[in-house]
T-cell receptor
Framework: GQQVMQIPQYQHVQEGEDFTTYCNSS?????IQWYKQRPGGHPVFLIQ?????EVKKQKRLTFQFGEAKKNSSLHITATQTTDVGTYFC???????????FGKGTTLSVSS | GAVVSQHPSWVICKSGTSVKIECRSL??????MFWYRQFPKQSLMLMAT?????????EQGVEKDKFLINHASLTLSTLTVTSAHPEDSSFYIC???????????FGNGTRLTVT
């Protein structure tokens, strides 16, 4: 079945440093979505990428969708303590069925 | 918009009892809802897809007789953990989406502890 792999599992950075998490699917996706979960909270939708090679920005966050629609990345520039949490990518297959989540990357930031 | 409410937020029950968790879409109709399970510091594992008016679709390895799902209306899905055991202790999260290709909106989750 469809698998979504995400690396790294954990990342610790100093405030102000950049951070990137990578996501790779075993199958071609119709779209990929990114969610953020704060400790003790529930996942919150960040963005959805649909087009091949798509790049979207949200302030310090840059999201990319690969040309083959099988991989994606989230890059945070100049991290802040408010960026702490676990970032999940989630892929939806061509049939539009349920989202399959990657294992997530937990980001910690020290000031 | 697109608010999903989940109740209860946490529950403690004794081994052998059953627990019902409710998931409601407050401001939209959801023909499909999804139930996830999350262990501490792990990812969300899809348990089942709840379809309004029909049987739920369970993922491989999920016992349908243990995790009963009912989606009786366009705004309510319930998950009942039957004859709960300590290994069922986990964080259960429901989600729904407005359309087939739109993002998921998650409930706040239910932390179940079975003693």
């Amino acid at each position: 079945g469809q698998q979504v792999m995400q690396i790294p599992q954990y990342q610790h950075v100093q405030e102000g440093e950049d951070f990137t998490t990578y996501c790779n699917s075993s199958t071609t996706l119709s779209n990929i979505q990114w969610y953020k979960q704060r400790p003790g909270g529930h996942p919150v939708f960040l963005i959805q990428l649909v087009k091949s090679g798509e790049v979207k920005k949200q302030k310090r966050l840059t999201f990319q969708f690969g040309e083959a629609k099988k991989n994606s990345s989230l890059h945070i520039t100049a991290t802040q303590t408010t960026d702490v949490g676990t970032y999940f990518c989630a892929g939806q297959d061509q049939a539009g069925t349920a989202l399959i989540f990657g294992k997530g990357t937990t980001l910690s930031v020290s000031s | 918009g697109a608010v999903v409410s989940q109740h209860p937020s946490w529950v403690i029950c004794k081994s052998g009892t059953s627990v019902k968790i409710e998931c409601r879409s407050l401001d939209f109709q959801a023909t499909t809802m999804f139930w996830y399970r999350q262990f501490p510091k792990q990812s969300l594992m899809l348990m089942a897809t709840s379809n309004e008016g029909s049987k739920a679709t369970y993922e491989q390895g999920v016992e349908k007789d243990k995790f009963l799902i009912n989606h009786a209306s366009l705004t309510l899905s319930t998950l009942t953990v039957t004859s709960a055991h300590p290994e069922d202790s986990s964080f259960y999260i429901c989600s729904a989406r407005v359309g087939g290709w739109s993002p998921l909106h998650f409930g706040n989750g239910t932390r179940l502890t079975v003693t």
